[in-house]
């Protein structure tokens, strides 16, 4: 099937050539660029673009005294931006504006894209991969519930690649590992991000056997495939507990994330 004709929906559209590397998806014609190559040029893209940046400089790069555990919010950006593999995008307003259908249309448009480009990226550093992600800022769009869905809906994608779609916007309450109180997904600027799958992502991934055998296939590739649905269809969590990521954590302090 020939895939729809790109519309213009990224803030560096019309002149994509001062951030190097920039792609442009096939389906919604947003461009995602390497954040960190040139930051004061991704800085001035749009008020979104340099709030992100700030909001990682003064809070995931940092410890916080409700994260529960010892060290920054976010362990791995820094590895991010030291090598140049945080890619980002900031998506225009009037392009997430009109009826449900045509936003949702455009919201899937644009995670099939991330997705695409983010399985680019990966491929050309596979030894860096694991410190790669991929962030989708949605700056204008006001009502959190449309970047939950398109979070249900990519997630299994996700998931079966190995991977993690996170949904962040202010206000989200999605509870900490070490501490159910903190809300790491509460952000300044709501985003969808792709990320590598981590050993610690068990929580968010026992609802669903399929997503756990998705878990052990990346964790433990070593035990045979039968038993892999084996174990995760016996560890599938059902009802309100698997929402309470903290009681699920399955790691121990002295346990770090592969």
Not at 131 to 147: C, G, K
Request: net charge negative; glycine share 6%.
């Amino acid at each position: 099937m020939t895939p729809p004709e790109p519309v213009p929906t990224s803030h560096n559209h019309s002149d994509p050539a001062p951030l190097s590397r920039a792609r442009r998806g096939r389906r919604s014609g947003v461009w995602w660029s390497g954040i960190y190559r040139d930051r004061s040029c991704w800085d001035r893209l749009d008020p979104a673009a340099a709030t992100f940046t700030r909001w990682v400089d003064e809070h995931l790069l940092h410890p916080h005294p409700d994260l529960g555990r010892d060290g920054p919010v976010c362990p791995f950006v820094r590895a991010g931006i030291t090598h140049d593999l945080l890619w980002g995008a900031v998506v225009e307003c009037a392009d997430l504006e009109g009826t449900d259908a045509f936003v949702t249309q455009q919201l899937h448009r644009i995670t099939e894209d991330a997705l695409e480009i983010y399985r680019e990226v990966r491929s050309e550093y596979p030894d860096r991969a694991r410190r790669s992600a991929l962030i989708t800022l949605l700056p204008d769009l006001t009502d959190y519930q449309r970047i939950d869905a398109a979070h249900r809906a990519y997630k299994s994608e996700a998931v079966r690649e190995g991977l993690m779609l996170g949904q962040f916007y202010p206000g989200c309450r999605v509870p900490g590992l070490w501490n159910r109180d903190f809300r790491p997904l509460d952000s300044p600027v709501p985003m969808l991000v792709l990320r590598p799958m981590m050993s610690t992502d068990y929580p968010f991934l026992a609802g669903r056997a399929d997503w756990l055998y998705a878990y052990f296939t990346h964790v433990a590739p070593d035990i045979p495939r039968r038993l892999r649905w084996a174990i995760a269809e016996r560890m599938v969590v059902e009802g309100a507990s698997v929402a309470d990521i903290t009681a699920l954590r399955a790691h121990s302090p002295d346990e770090h994330a592969r």
